[in-house]
C-alpha cells in the first residue's frame, strides 16, 4: 500500500508493537511516499524478499500492460493481445484491420502493408524489453542489507 510522508527517517523495516510482535516493512521509499505492508510477526528474508520482488514485478507487468502508446494511441497489451499481434506480423493479408485500443476506447487501425504491420509488432517488443530492463535494474539496485 503506497503511504504519503512528509517524514524522512522512515524505517525500513521497524517493529510498531512488540506486545503483539507487529512489524512493518518498506520500500521504494522517496521523499513523499513509500510501500508498506505489515506483518504479524517479524517477517523472515524470505518472506521480504518475496514481498518486494512480486511488488516490483506487478509494476513491470502493469507498465508493460497497461504503459504502451503507439502512434498516440493507448494500447491493452495483456499477454493475449500479444500473442494475437504477434501472429498477425507475418500475415500476407493487408490491409489488415485490427482493434487497438482499450476496452473503453477501441480503435480500428488499418495496416496497409506488411512493413507497418512488422513495425508496429517491434515497438510492442522494444516497449515490453524496456520494460523488463527498467524492472531487472530497479530490482538489482536494491540494497537488502538494510532489512536485516
Keep these: ?4 510522508s512528509s517524514n524522512n527517517n522512515i524505517k525500513s523495516l521497524e517493529c510498531i508493537d512488540s506486545r503483539r510482535n507487529i512489524w512493518r516493512l518498506r ?8 510501500e508498506e505492508v505489515e506483518f504479524r510477526h517479524k517477517p523472515t528474508e524470505d518472506e521480504i524478499r518475496n514481498t518486494i520482488t512480486n511488488w ?5 507487468e502493469d507498465k508493460i500492460i497497461n504503459g504502451f502508446v503507439w502512434k498516440g494511441i493507448k494500447i491493452y497489451l495483456s499477454r493475449d493481445n500479444q500473442m494475437n499481434y ?3 506480423s507475418n500475415s500476407e493479408l493487408t490491409p ?4 487497438l485500443g482499450t476496452e473503453e476506447e477501441p480503435v480500428y487501425h488499418t495496416f496497409n502493408s506488411r512493413l507497418e ?3 508496429f509488432r517491434k515497438s510492442i517488443s522494444s516497449h515490453i524489453r524496456s520494460c523488463l530492463q527498467e524492472g531487472w535494474n530497479k530490482k538489482k539496485s536494491i540494497d537488502w542489507s538494510i532489512y536485516k
Design 117 to 119: 504491420l512488422e513495425n
Design 86 to 88: 504477434s501472429l498477425f
Design 27 to 34: 520500500w521504494d521509499i522517496s521523499e513523499d511516499s513509500f
Design 1 to 4: 500500500m503506497r503511504v504519503r
Design 96 to 99: 489488415l484491420t485490427l482493434k
Design 56 to 60: 516490483y514485478n506487478s509494476q513491470i
